[in-house]
Protein backbone atom coordinates (compact mmCIF):
# COMPACT_ATOMS: atom_id res chain seq x y z
CA UNK A 1 0.00 0.00 0.00
CA UNK A 2 1.24 3.60 -0.70
CA UNK A 3 1.33 6.30 2.17
CA UNK A 4 1.87 10.00 1.88
CA UNK A 5 3.56 11.80 4.49
CA UNK A 6 3.39 15.87 5.07
CA UNK A 7 5.33 16.57 7.89
CA UNK A 8 4.32 20.62 8.74
CA UNK A 9 0.68 20.52 9.96
CA UNK A 10 1.26 24.26 9.79
CA UNK A 11 2.97 27.20 7.83
CA UNK A 12 3.13 30.67 7.20
CA UNK A 13 4.72 33.00 4.59
CA UNK A 14 4.71 36.98 4.00
CA UNK A 15 2.87 38.28 1.40
CA UNK A 16 5.06 38.52 -1.79
CA UNK A 17 7.82 36.13 -0.68
CA UNK A 18 8.16 32.12 -1.37
CA UNK A 19 7.57 29.14 0.51
CA UNK A 20 7.93 25.44 0.07
CA UNK A 21 5.69 22.77 1.44
CA UNK A 22 6.91 19.08 1.59
CA UNK A 23 5.80 16.53 0.70
CA UNK A 24 7.29 12.72 0.91
CA UNK A 25 5.91 9.22 -0.19
CA UNK A 26 5.90 5.10 0.06
CA UNK A 27 5.64 2.68 -2.68
CA UNK A 28 6.85 -0.02 -4.62
CA UNK A 29 5.18 1.38 -8.09
CA UNK A 30 7.54 2.43 -10.92
CA UNK A 31 4.69 4.56 -12.55
CA UNK A 32 2.68 6.86 -10.69
CA UNK A 33 1.44 10.34 -10.35
CA UNK A 34 1.50 12.77 -7.47
CA UNK A 35 -0.19 15.67 -6.85
CA UNK A 36 -1.03 18.74 -5.44
CA UNK A 37 -4.58 19.82 -4.20
CA UNK A 38 -5.65 22.70 -2.58
CA UNK A 39 -8.85 23.09 -0.32
CA UNK A 40 -9.35 26.98 0.85
CA UNK A 41 -11.97 28.02 3.59
CA UNK A 42 -14.92 26.82 0.78
CA UNK A 43 -13.84 23.62 1.15
CA UNK A 44 -13.45 23.20 -2.62
CA UNK A 45 -11.10 20.91 -3.47
CA UNK A 46 -8.79 22.07 -6.51
CA UNK A 47 -5.91 20.61 -8.07
CA UNK A 48 -2.80 22.58 -8.51
CA UNK A 49 -0.14 20.84 -10.25
CA UNK A 50 0.41 17.46 -11.85
CA UNK A 51 3.73 15.48 -11.92
CA UNK A 52 4.06 12.24 -13.98
CA UNK A 53 6.64 9.79 -12.13
CA UNK A 54 8.01 8.82 -15.62
CA UNK A 55 8.86 12.64 -16.12
CA UNK A 56 12.27 13.93 -15.30
CA UNK A 57 11.16 17.55 -15.65
CA UNK A 58 9.84 18.86 -12.59
CA UNK A 59 5.85 20.70 -13.72
CA UNK A 60 5.20 23.95 -12.99
CA UNK A 61 1.78 25.98 -13.12
CA UNK A 62 2.40 30.02 -13.40
CA UNK A 63 3.78 30.73 -9.92
CA UNK A 64 3.61 27.24 -8.49
CA UNK A 65 6.62 24.97 -9.18
CA UNK A 66 7.51 21.13 -7.62
CA UNK A 67 10.64 19.41 -6.73
CA UNK A 68 10.36 16.19 -7.74
CA UNK A 69 12.77 13.29 -6.66
CA UNK A 70 11.82 10.18 -7.54
CA UNK A 71 14.93 8.37 -5.45
CA UNK A 72 14.15 10.14 -2.54
CA UNK A 73 10.27 9.89 -3.07
CA UNK A 74 9.89 13.55 -2.38
CA UNK A 75 7.72 15.74 -3.66
CA UNK A 76 7.57 19.40 -2.79
CA UNK A 77 5.35 22.12 -4.05
CA UNK A 78 7.23 25.90 -4.25
CA UNK A 79 4.62 29.20 -4.01
CA UNK A 80 6.31 32.23 -5.39
CA UNK A 81 5.01 35.51 -4.82
CA UNK A 82 2.68 34.25 -2.40
CA UNK A 83 -0.55 35.70 -2.34
CA UNK A 84 -3.42 36.56 0.37
CA UNK A 85 -5.67 33.63 -1.94
CA UNK A 86 -3.19 31.19 -1.24
CA UNK A 87 -4.22 30.66 1.92
CA UNK A 88 -5.70 27.04 2.55
CA UNK A 89 -5.08 23.65 3.27
CA UNK A 90 -2.89 21.83 0.74
CA UNK A 91 -2.80 18.11 0.16
CA UNK A 92 -0.26 15.74 -1.45
CA UNK A 93 -1.76 12.76 -3.11
CA UNK A 94 -0.60 9.80 -4.76
CA UNK A 95 -1.94 7.92 -7.53
CA UNK A 96 -0.63 4.27 -9.40
CA UNK A 97 -0.84 4.70 -12.92
CA UNK A 98 -3.37 1.26 -13.39
CA UNK A 99 -6.15 2.61 -10.44
CA UNK A 100 -7.60 5.29 -12.46
CA UNK A 101 -8.40 8.21 -9.93
CA UNK A 102 -8.18 6.48 -7.04
CA UNK A 103 -5.61 8.38 -5.02
CA UNK A 104 -4.08 8.10 -1.62
CA UNK A 105 -3.59 11.37 0.42
CA UNK A 106 -1.32 13.39 3.05
CA UNK A 107 -2.57 14.56 5.88
CA UNK A 108 -2.38 18.16 4.31
CA UNK A 109 -0.64 21.50 5.26
CA UNK A 110 -2.50 24.35 6.36
CA UNK A 111 -0.76 27.54 5.06
CA UNK A 112 -1.10 31.28 5.86
CA UNK A 113 -0.48 33.97 3.65
CA UNK A 114 0.11 36.34 5.94
CA UNK A 115 -0.49 40.78 4.47
CA UNK B 1 -19.38 21.60 -20.08
CA UNK B 2 -18.97 18.97 -17.35
CA UNK B 3 -20.68 19.81 -13.98
CA UNK B 4 -20.97 17.89 -10.15
CA UNK B 5 -23.48 18.15 -8.27
CA UNK B 6 -23.37 17.17 -4.85
CA UNK B 7 -26.28 17.69 -2.14
CA UNK B 8 -26.98 18.22 0.46
CA UNK B 9 -24.37 20.84 1.74
CA UNK B 10 -25.00 20.32 5.69
CA UNK B 11 -26.69 17.89 7.08
CA UNK B 12 -27.17 16.99 10.85
CA UNK B 13 -28.28 13.67 11.51
CA UNK B 14 -29.24 11.81 14.87
CA UNK B 15 -27.44 8.66 15.64
CA UNK B 16 -29.05 5.56 14.58
CA UNK B 17 -30.98 7.07 11.36
CA UNK B 18 -30.43 6.35 7.88
CA UNK B 19 -28.45 8.37 5.38
CA UNK B 20 -28.65 9.06 1.63
CA UNK B 21 -26.19 11.67 -0.13
CA UNK B 22 -27.04 11.94 -4.05
CA UNK B 23 -23.94 13.10 -6.43
CA UNK B 24 -24.74 13.51 -10.45
CA UNK B 25 -22.70 14.52 -12.92
CA UNK B 26 -23.64 16.46 -15.97
CA UNK B 27 -21.80 16.94 -19.57
CA UNK B 28 -20.04 13.91 -19.38
CA UNK B 29 -20.96 9.76 -20.00
CA UNK B 30 -19.41 6.72 -18.24
CA UNK B 31 -17.42 8.66 -15.69
CA UNK B 32 -15.58 7.01 -13.33
CA UNK B 33 -17.42 8.07 -9.65
CA UNK B 34 -15.64 8.22 -6.32
CA UNK B 35 -16.55 8.92 -2.54
CA UNK B 36 -14.12 10.35 -0.33
CA UNK B 37 -14.58 11.25 3.05
CA UNK B 38 -12.43 13.86 5.18
CA UNK B 39 -12.33 13.85 8.87
CA UNK B 40 -12.26 16.92 10.53
CA UNK B 41 -8.18 18.39 10.18
CA UNK B 42 -7.33 15.25 8.00
CA UNK B 43 -6.89 14.34 4.55
CA UNK B 44 -9.04 12.15 2.27
CA UNK B 45 -10.11 8.60 2.34
CA UNK B 46 -11.16 7.02 -0.58
CA UNK B 47 -14.45 4.98 0.50
CA UNK B 48 -16.16 4.04 -2.80
CA UNK B 49 -15.40 3.75 -6.38
CA UNK B 50 -18.01 3.19 -9.59
CA UNK B 51 -16.61 2.22 -12.93
CA UNK B 52 -20.17 1.64 -14.26
CA UNK B 53 -23.56 0.88 -13.59
CA UNK B 54 -23.84 -0.96 -10.41
CA UNK B 55 -20.09 -1.59 -10.26
CA UNK B 56 -19.09 -0.66 -6.55
CA UNK B 57 -15.70 -1.65 -5.14
CA UNK B 58 -15.04 -0.29 -1.70
CA UNK B 59 -12.01 0.77 -0.47
CA UNK B 60 -12.22 0.34 3.51
CA UNK B 61 -14.68 -1.63 5.84
CA UNK B 62 -17.34 0.38 7.00
CA UNK B 63 -20.98 1.73 8.12
CA UNK B 64 -21.82 2.99 4.56
CA UNK B 65 -22.68 1.53 1.01
CA UNK B 66 -22.77 3.50 -2.30
CA UNK B 67 -24.96 2.72 -5.55
CA UNK B 68 -24.75 3.76 -8.71
CA UNK B 69 -28.44 3.53 -10.58
CA UNK B 70 -27.62 5.33 -13.68
CA UNK B 71 -24.27 6.10 -15.42
CA UNK B 72 -23.81 9.67 -13.86
CA UNK B 73 -26.02 9.47 -10.45
CA UNK B 74 -23.89 7.98 -7.53
CA UNK B 75 -25.71 7.25 -4.04
CA UNK B 76 -23.98 7.06 -0.66
CA UNK B 77 -26.19 5.28 2.08
CA UNK B 78 -26.01 4.11 5.47
CA UNK B 79 -29.44 2.35 7.35
CA UNK B 80 -27.80 3.29 10.89
CA UNK B 81 -25.50 6.45 11.15
CA UNK B 82 -22.90 6.12 13.77
CA UNK B 83 -21.43 9.28 15.50
CA UNK B 84 -18.02 7.92 13.27
CA UNK B 85 -19.86 8.66 10.09
CA UNK B 86 -19.74 12.42 10.75
CA UNK B 87 -17.09 13.78 8.39
CA UNK B 88 -17.15 16.00 5.29
CA UNK B 89 -18.21 13.68 2.19
CA UNK B 90 -16.56 14.49 -1.34
CA UNK B 91 -17.77 13.12 -4.63
CA UNK B 92 -16.07 13.29 -7.42
CA UNK B 93 -15.75 11.90 -10.91
CA UNK B 94 -13.10 10.99 -13.52
CA UNK B 95 -12.98 10.65 -17.22
CA UNK B 96 -9.52 8.67 -18.77
CA UNK B 97 -8.62 10.49 -22.40
CA UNK B 98 -5.34 9.37 -24.56
CA UNK B 99 -3.36 11.96 -22.84
CA UNK B 100 -4.27 11.59 -18.87
CA UNK B 101 -7.11 11.76 -16.43
CA UNK B 102 -8.35 14.16 -14.65
CA UNK B 103 -10.26 14.07 -11.08
CA UNK B 104 -12.69 16.75 -10.44
CA UNK B 105 -14.62 17.19 -7.14
CA UNK B 106 -18.17 18.11 -5.87
CA UNK B 107 -18.45 21.06 -3.28
CA UNK B 108 -19.26 18.37 -0.71
CA UNK B 109 -21.59 17.72 2.17
CA UNK B 110 -20.75 18.22 6.14
CA UNK B 111 -22.68 15.69 8.01
CA UNK B 112 -22.97 15.72 11.54
CA UNK B 113 -24.30 12.96 13.33
CA UNK B 114 -25.12 14.11 16.63
Known amino acids: AQTVTQSQPEMSVQEAETVTLSCTYD???????LFWYKQPPSRQMILVIRQEAYKQQNATENRFSVNFQKAAKSFSLKISDSQLGDTAMYFC????????????FGEGTQLTVNP | SQTIHQWPATLVQPVGSPLSLECTVEGTSNPNLYWYRQAAGRGLQLLFY??????ISSEVPQNLSASRPQDRQFILSSKKLLLSDSGFYLC?????????????FGSGTQLSVL
Open chain 2, 92 to 104: AWSVRTVFDEKLF
Open chain 1, 93 to 104: AFMKETSGSRLT
Open chain 1, 27 to 33: TSENNYY
Open chain 2, 50 to 55: SVGIGQ
